[in-house]
Every structure is written in structure tokens, then in C-alpha cells.
């Protein structure tokens, strides 16, 4: 990345000033005054080497006209038009702007502009490339274009599903919904995030939605050259997203040169549900459940649940909503028969298909409770089978196997788990733990547990794993410690977990129960 808080050549320079003559004048920018002279200043204000004044004040003062009594902490006018100029520069570099020669960002939470040259980007994104047999890649958050931001869940939903649909292929590495919306708003550039991901290709995008109408634009980006291998617009009616959908994963998949083996043609693509509105409930629900706290997993529980009766034979709503069930069980949120009827949805998205690599992985986390040993693992197996790209069917496999007091097999799929979710959250370091408490290797363990507990505080299983951790290397006073530390989280959490007698593998006694007492 060029550092253009120094000077520049003549040439760089005017390549910058065309570069954003060129962005003004598209319809973007049409109807956006404030949008186009902010741009414009802080471009200026960047080139002629005065990003020290860049300042929330000045800029009021400057752009907007206020007096000099202005006072930004009463009036919000400079974040609010900051935060729509970032949204516009989203939806010109997913669309127009994708060929330009340099690209300007604005990182979230500061002032500053970022100026990249599309050969510096390229020169990034070879370094960070992996190299790996399989093409790599990730599904970056689509920017909201709707004036309304209600719409998130939608755009955030069509990209969930994208990514659900390419990871179906044994032929590609695809990182998980969760590391990639990790990146949602920071404003790094693509060739950053490729390298911190480990993967050398990108889908960015954008959706716009009104009334009855979508317009969906996406690229696909090598971050090892800088090229657009694939870009592409779409307008069309509501009814038809399952089709744009569909062509966006297929045109992805040609432009990588992927062989679809066995049924995976077939395969890919939405699935499960003609109905508009239960699939729009779907959509709510997984964003709901996303927050993994207790009043969103309710909401989202009542989504897919509305979602199941607006059509009883979409597999995936019965999928999502015994998830939501088992996991509102396992945190003591709702009643003990809950998880049988966990139980009874995961095994009707099976029945109504058989292909649904959510609905084995769900299953095998319920039969996991309710120490179905052989069930769980055959579930599990299934799942991960459907969807090698499947991060949490990993992960679920990974704990059933450590409930059994296999470890190493346990320690393989949480550590190919977290190759596909590179940010992992506390349960998936909770789950390596696990992997190295079965095998005997404390400090290892120990260490996970420890991560967890710093990633997320207010989850107390890492503080009782690592409490158990403790205890096996006879550190008496440190595993006191965070048994005070697990009753205190647990307080705070009107009690988090289950008793901890309810062991897959009661068997694993010698000290390998991966919860226990």
C-alpha cells in the first residue's frame, strides 16, 4: 500500500483525481451532495499531505458549514454522513469502481483515507495466497444498499447461503459464516483479509432490495493478482432470489475451474422451500441466533418456528429450529422435555432430506445428550461427509469423539474445524481443550481453555474445563481459582450448563469426561 500522507508523483496524483471524478459522476453519487463534497475534501485534504487535519471538528467546520462553536459530541452530523460515505464507496467498488486502479476506503472509526494501488493490492495478495490443492476461499459480508438497515438480515442471509452452497464441494476450502463476517465493517482491504483467512479468493458483493425487487451485484476477486475473475449484476423480482442465488454459486464454481463429483451438481443450489416467506423467517431467525444470547435465541426460536408452520416440509427450518431447542437446553433456558423435542425436529429434517448436511450435525448434537453413542457419531459423520466445509459439524463431531475418549481423532476435526473458522469462538476452543485433556496433555489443554476464557468471559464451561485441567497437574490453588471464577459466570448467567453427569461416555471416568466433576 502506497503511504500517501508523503508526497506523490504528478502522475499518482492525477490518477487519483480521475479515479474520483470518474466516481462522482455515476448514479451512486447522483443525489448524495454531502456524500460527494465530503469525498471530495477529504481526497484533498489526503493528496496535499493535511491528514493531520482530518478531525471531526474541521471537517464540520469545512464541509458542513457549522460555526465554530460546533461541538461534535451534541451534534452527530460528521459520523452520520461518515458511516453513508463508507456504505456508497461499498457499492461502487462492488460494481463500477471494481477495475479502478487505486482504491479509497475509509476505515471505520477514524477520519483518514486510505488510498491502495491495485498493483500494491496484487503484490499483498500474492504474499498472503496459501498454498493449498484445493482453491480457497471466502464469502465476504455484502454491503446493505436498502435505506433500510432492518434489511441486514436479508443481505446477510443471501451471503449465509452462498456460502453454505459452496461449501457443499469436496473440491473447495470454504471459511466459515462466522470468521468471514469477523471483517463485516472494518474497512481492511482484500488482500489483508485473504492473508489473515489464509485463502487466495474472495466473493464480495452487494444487495439492494425494495418493495418486490433485489439487485444483487458480486465479484469474484484473486487476491494473488488483483483480478476480477467473475463479476456480475442482477435486478430482478423477489420471487426469483433462489435463482440468482443459484447462478452466483454456479458462475463462481466455473470461473474456479471446480470438478463437481458424485451428486454435487445436483447438489448445489437453494433447496428445500418454494415459500417466499418461510424462507424469509429462516433468514431472521439465523440472524437472531447468531448473538448466542438469551433473548435473540428466543426470538430467533420463534422465527423458525413460524418458519416450520408456513411450510411443515422445509427440511431446513425443522434443522435450525431443533438447533435452537437443543440449544436453549444445554444453557438451561427453557424446560427439560425440550430436548426431546430437539430430538423430534432434527430427525424430520432428515426425513425430509436425507442430503441436509445441518440436519445430521444437528441430530448427532442431540443423540450426543442423550448418550446415543454409536447414533451421534454416525450423524456426525454424515454431516461432515455432506459438507466437508461444514465448521460446526466439525466441531460437534470433535466433542462426541472426546465424550468417548477419542482424542485424537477428536484433536483432527476441531483442528480442520478451525482452519475453516480461523476467528473461532470460545466453544471451539473449549472443544480443542477437550481434545488435549482426553490425550493426557494438560498444558495444551490448558492453554485452550485459557483463550476461551479470554474470548469470551461469561462462558463458564472453559472456566470448569480448565479448573479440571488444573486439578490433573495437582495445581490445587489455580484450579480453585477458576472454580470461583466458573460459579461467579455461572451466577451471572442464571446458570449456564447442564448437570455435569450428563456424559456421552461415562466410561471416559479416568478423568477424560469432558465436563465433568
Known sequence: MTNWQEPQSKAKTETVKACLAKMLQTDIFARAERQKRLLAYLISQTLAGHCDRLKGYTIAIDVFDRSSDFDPTVEPIVRVEMARLRAKLREYYADEGRLDPVRIEIPKGAYSVRICDTADARLGGADAARKEEKPSLAVLPFANMSDDPGQDYFVDGIVEDLTTDLSKLSGLVVISRQSAFAYKGTGKSAGDIARELGVRYLVEGSVRRAGH??????????????????????????????????????????????????????????????????????????????????????EAHAFFAKAVVRDPSYAAAHAWLARSYVFQWAMNWIGEDSLEVAYRHARTAVALDDNLPLGHA?????????????????????????????????????????????????????????????????????????????????????????RGVELRPLFPPNHQCLAMAYLRLERQEEALAARQHQRLRVAQRRQYLRPADRQLAPGAAKGRQFAGD
Open 362 to 450: 444437528v441430530l448427532g448434537w442431540v443423540q450426543m445428550w442423550r448418550k446415543q453413542a454409536n447414533e451421534a457419531l454416525s450423524a456426525g459423520r454424515r454431516a461432515v461427509a455432506l459438507d466437508p466445509n461444514n465448521a460446526d459439524a466439525r466441531l460437534f463431531l470433535s466433542i462426541t469423539l472426546s465424550a468417548l475418549g477419542r482424542g485424537k481423532e477428536s484433536l483432527n476435526y476441531i483442528r480442520s474445524a478451525i482452519r475453516l473458522n480461523p476467528h473461532p469462538s470460545a466453544l471451539y476452543l473449549m472443544a480443542l481443550g477437550l481434545s488435549y485433556y482426553v490425550l493426557g496433555q494438560f498444558e495444551e489443554a490448558i492453554e485452550a481453555y485459557q
Open 213 to 298: 425487487r433485489v439487485r444483487i451485484a458480486a465479484h469474484l476477486i484473486d487476491s494473488a493478482t488483483g483480478a476480477h475473475l467473475w463479476a456480475d449484476r442482477y435486478d430482478r423480482d423477489l420471487k426469483d432470489i433462489f435463482d440468482v442465488q443459484d447462478d452466483v454459486a454456479r458462475r463462481i464454481v466455473k470461473s474456479l475451474q471446480v470438478k463437481l463429483v458424485g451428486i454435487e451438481s445436483d447438489r448445489l443450489g437453494h433447496e428445500g422451500t418454494s415459500s417466499l416467506e418461510a424462507h424469509d423467517l429462516l433468514l431472521r431467525g439465523r440472524e437472531r441466533l447468531s448473538h448466542s444470547s438469551r433473548e435473540p435465541t428466543a
